[in-house]
């Protein structure tokens, strides 16, 4: 069971919240979008995906289970068989993230902040976040390739006299070690 709001409820008490928040669930899955302020909307969110995501079990208990939290009416009984027979299965795929909120503005009246809350019906391809990561790997290579390759055009710096005496000294002092080792 969900944590409760804490603080003020949107409109009143916890059960009607929880009314108007399956209705406006309904009027979601009705249309495919709806604009609502942006309280109500970040509230609808993740009522909506949890009931998505229960319609992508398709079985009957979750078929129960969606029918409980939406109100008891004919409407809803359609909507509930256009979750289960049309948006759960364009989501199957997609694990997670099933609505998207966008901001539009102020309302005229009351200068509430308004939000467009959508279902995300574009084909989701796993394949996309993978196409991603290769293309910035091999940006990457390409770029460690020609730094290498500027790497080796520069002259090498030629030992110096100083170079080779202070070499000399380490074989010397690690043939002393090792002598003394035995």
């Not at 909507?79 to 299965?89: C, D, R, V």
């Not at 770029?143 to 055009?153: L, N």
């Amino acid at each position: 069971m969900p944590t409760p709001t804490k603080g003020t409820r949107l409109g009143g008490g916890a059960a009607h919240q929880r009314r108007m928040l399956s209705n406006l669930a309904v009027s979601l899955f009705e249309h495919g979008s709806i604009r609502t302020t942006e309280t109500k909307a970040k509230r609808l969110r993740p009522v909506a995906e949890r009931l998505i995501t229960k319609a992508k079990r398709g079985d009957l208990a979750a078929r129960r289970q969606v029918q409980a939290a939406l109100p008891a009416n004919s409407e809803s009984q359609t909507i509930i068989h256009k979750l289960f027979t049309e948006i759960a299965p364009a989501m199957a795929e997609r694990p997670g993230g099933y609505t998207r909120i966008t901001k539009i503005g102020n309302r005229q009246g009351d200068n509430a902040p308004l939000a467009v809350i959508e279902l995300v019906m574009e084909p989701y391809s796993p394949k996309q976040a993978t196409v991603k990561e290769a293309e910035a790997a091999t940006a990457r290579a390409v770029k460690e390739s020609e730094e290498a390759a500027d790497d080796a055009d520069e002259p090498q710096e030629e030992a110096t006299d100083e170079d080779a005496a202070d070499s000399a000294d380490e074989e010397a002092q690690e043939a002393e070690e090792s002598s003394e080792e035995k």
